[in-house]
């Protein structure tokens, strides 16, 4: 639990760890040893998805967002702490499910998610086969910059507008190095940012 008296949540175990991650990679002065802590926990926790899963069918697809996130969240960490021996099938099995089936997740947050741990474990080829088909869905234009048709409302974390255009910035810097697509993201972002001022003042 991250408060006395609360119940372990391993998910939100997983979103703040990830948070810490994100500030200091940002150059955030901030103090990691609460996210340091967790990471035994958080691999311990998928090496138990992965041992539920029957040997017989752990060749179909069982990659989920939440999969994508941890191999994200866990890629910051491997230098501070390589993944214990005993989490090493799990994790080696996670990845190998993100290299197969990561066109059936359908939202580009988590593929982006991918993209970056993928390319962070030196999986290269199948980070820069992600960051293409994410390209090559996009739709660009001058006033409104690179952006994609599939942004809908939606209560679900992966598919939050505002982050996961963030992601896609942030996947194009590390993985593709594509600054021209960093901009133009950039350029879809303040357009939201106007759009919301205007809203703002047409309320008042």
Known sequence: PWFAGGRSNSYLTLYITTGFARLRHLGVDIDVSPAMKSLQHL??????QYNNIKPEHRDDNHLTSTIALYLYGRSFFLKDQKIAPQHQVAFNYWVSQAKKHWLKIDHRQSQAHLA?????IDEMKSAEAIMASIKERS??????????RDTERSWWWYRAPIE?????IEAFDEVSNDQQSVEDCKV???????????????EK
């Not at 739709?139 to 994609?148: I, K, N, P, R």
């Open 164 to 168: 996961t255009q963030a992601m896609m």
């Open 188 to 202: 879809w972002m303040l357009k939201q940012k106007q759009t919301q001022e205007n809203e703002k003042k047409r």
């Open 116 to 120: 970056i741990a993928l390319k962070r």
């Open 43 to 48: 691999d311990a926790w998928v090496t138990k």
């Open 139 to 148: 739709v660009s234009d001058d006033e409104m910059g690179m952006y994609w």
